[in-house]
């Protein structure tokens, strides 16, 4: 095979068969094919597309680029989330919990945050001592003894895929179905789960930004699944706001616990029970959706979910007192607040606007190797169809940095008051099995 010819074959939209997608990506992980090619490629799927078997052959090849985790010691049907990323999104803080309470094995392997969107890895280490690395023996014993673990990916699990998304990144190929569903299904694939949902984001602060956007990306990964034997559910929620009223790793940590004590913002205690019920469902704990949310939520009230979060934190090293006592968590020096200029209601907040807000207070990183802060963050007081007066707070700026004026800025700026009230968002478009 020669990678001219293919690059030649997909830019005519021809089908390219599993041996020749193998060659292309394993060839570009050993260096034998430059990334001059290896962009020419992409940019021919990005315009072509790829059919479901081509994108499965893919999310496969990428898979067998490096380690797969073997979860087969653990007992039970092993169910794994993922979340294309959004602001203030500290879903997996409360699902894995409370669907762990239900004996549902969870084994959760989770990023750092990109770009403005925040990671779970990151809002954990806000817990002092909270380890999110360890050994496979250690992660299967905990799991079996406990139903959950929450851990950093491991280096090389898909380095296919890591290699590919630096070049998309700088290619302006990175909002490309095909590649998005692959790159996040080998992940999972290769993370050891047996069944997957997915919480795929829409809106101002999500990659997705239109409903029709996100459900071709969610049909694609429900496929990718079924094609691989992984049943998969894809739930497509609101992220044309902040999620819940706290964006910031310590922040976020806080509010996870406000929900699992049964007193959290709405729209994070309804996406949080959705999800975690299509899990627990998928775990095989319940026979259908209805009955998985009805329990589930009796759980919250019962102060078990919490317990079970405090379980976490206790195995994985932290210090479970943080989740009796949150005001023990990291504060931050410097409190903001940002006011509204005129009467009327808040009829839009741009969510990406808050989250490099966030970003720029400290809460996440500019360059690669930037220091997070787990304090730095926002607190979001009004909220999409509120009124409001002058002079009141629409949210707070959180950080130690003495230089915020841009964040300051961009925060006002994400925030749109009219004269005319707004109908609260809708959080869950559609779930798609």
Known sequence: MRMVNLIQKKKRGE???????DFIVQGYVRDEIPDYQISAFLMAVYFKGMTKEEITDLTMSFVNSGDTVDLS????IKVDKHSTGGVGDKISLIAVPLVASVGVPIVKMSGRGLGHTGGTIDKLESIKGFKTEMSIEKLISNVNKHKMAIVKQTQNLTPADKKIYALRDVTATVDSIPLIASSIMSKKIAAGADRIVLDVKVGSGAFMKTVDEAR???????EIGKLTNRKTVAIITNMSQPLGREVGNANEVKEAIEVLNGNG?????VIALTIASYMAVLGEAFKNFETAYDELNKIIKSGKALEKLKELVMIQGGDPGLIEKPEKLPK????IEIKASQKGYISEINAESIGVSAMLLGAGRQKKDDEIDAAAGITVTKKVGDEVNPGETICILHTNLTNYEEAEVMARKAFVISDIKVS?????????E
Request: net charge negative; aromatic share 6%; charged share 35%.
């Open 15 to 21: 089908i390219l068969t599993k041996e020749e997608i």
């Open 424 to 432: 609260p968002v809708k959080y869950i478009y559609e779930v798609i």
């Open 332 to 335: 931050a020096e410097r409190h």
């Open 216 to 222: 071709e990306l969610a049909r694609t990964m429900v």
């Open 73 to 76: 010691k653990i007992s039970g």
């Open 265 to 269: 913002p709405e729209d994070v205690t």
